[in-house]
């Protein structure tokens, strides 16, 4: 008797374990199919929640891209036309390759003429000693310049312009023989707006990317 009571009790046993064995697995799948979703759905937010940071990455623009927005805008009053060699750069204003990532200078090819144009992509670290150094190439030319009143009137126009991490340097003006009839102020206030119109679109077109 207790033996037959015995293998009914284990019967019962196994068969409710068989009916039950598809309810669990079924809740397993369910598990791992949530987990699932919910890494998918932590990847998204992640990468959304990088977007801002990507932002504050500094965006590469490239020199020539710049340049062709001024050109655009100035059209033939940009004179400069001789593209400076890093050598050349460091010779002309002290600025040396290890305190940029990335540069433009161009100025024209003859000397009686001195529209120049330099944007640097300045090292955090030397965006400071970078704009000293070109206020002292500033006050080097109206020194260079104080005898001859056309070019001292650029020079005294030119504008030097931080836009992080860039620097530009602009002394543009292109023509100013009918400017100078008038008297030294109006060369002046030509070069001004030149260099105005110039900085303006670098600025734009640094901050717009």
Do not use: H
């Amino acid at each position: 008797m207790k033996i037959r009571t015995l293998a009914m009790t284990l019967v019962m046993v196994l068969s409710i374990w068989v009916l039950a064995a598809p309810v669990m697995t079924g809740c397993g799948e369910e598990l791992v199919s949530d987990s699932n979703t919910n890494s998918v759905e932590n990847v998204r937010r992640n990468n959304e929640g990088s977007n801002p940071g990507e932002e504050s990455v500094s965006i590469y623009i490239p020199m020539s891209k710049i340049k062709n927005e001024v050109v655009n805008i100035l059209g033939e009053n940009y004179w400069p036309d001789k593209q400076l060699t890093v050598a050349e750069l460091r010779t002309e204003t002290g600025i040396t390759e290890e305190m940029y990532d990335d540069f433009l200078a161009e100025k024209m090819n003859i000397e009686t003429d001195i529209d120049i144009m330099i944007i640097l992509k300045a090292k955090a670290e030397y965006l400071p000693e970078i704009e000293k150094m070109l206020n002292a190439y500033r006050d080097s030319l109206l020194v260079k310049y104080r005898e001859r009143p056309q070019e001292l009137g650029k020079v005294q126009a030119s504008r030097i312009e931080v836009i992080e991490p860039y620097i530009c340097f602009v002394q543009l003006g292109a023509d100013t023989e009918a400017a100078i009839e008038k008297g030294d102020e109006e060369v002046i206030a030509l070069c001004q707006q030149e260099n105005e119109r110039a900085v303006d679109i670098i600025e734009k077109t640094i901050l717009n990317q």
